[in-house]
């Protein structure tokens, strides 16, 4: 089993910045991909983004292209999500997740494709 648990979600305005965190423990080895989805009230949830194992290959959504970042600390079992020019419709609950495999290309995250391992959320708040 696999435990991800998120924190660093908040309220901020917009055009700030906030920096998202999950550290993951138990069987990590298993873990390929990291990623980050959101889910707004009222909406489904959504890709935010995602990365490699080695760090070497990222895939963001449109939506939040050139304004969020996603790294990870394999040494430190930790994948963090920095969000910066924060927009309103920025605000959602913010899920991180994992899974064995990475797919390669859009095509996959783009059309709603999940990960095996959910962490439970954290809130991120966004006011004009």
């Known amino acids: 089993q696999v435990q991800l648990v998120e924190s660093g979600g908040g309220s901020e305005q917009a055009g700030g910045s906030l920096r998202l965190s999950c550290a993951a423990s138990g069987r990590t080895f298993s873990i390929n991909a990291m990623g980050w989805y959101r889910q707004a009230p009222g909406k489904e949830r959504s890709f935010v983004a995602v990365?490699?194992?080695?760090?070497?290959?990222?895939y963001y959504a449109d939506s939040v292209k050139g304004r969020f970042t996603i790294s990870r600390d394999n040494a430190k079992n930790t994948v963090y999500l920095q969000m910066n020019s924060l927009k309103p419709e920025d605000t959602a609950v913010y899920y991180c997740?994992?899974?064995?495999?990475?797919?390669?290309?859009?095509?996959?995250?783009?059309?709603?494709?999940?990960?095996?391992?959910w962490g439970k959320g954290t809130l991120v708040t966004v006011s004009s």
């Open positions: 990365i490699s194992r080695g760090g070497g290959s990222t």
């Open positions: 997740a994992g899974d064995p495999t990475y797919y390669s290309g859009a095509s996959y995250y783009d059309a709603g494709g999940g990960m095996g391992y």
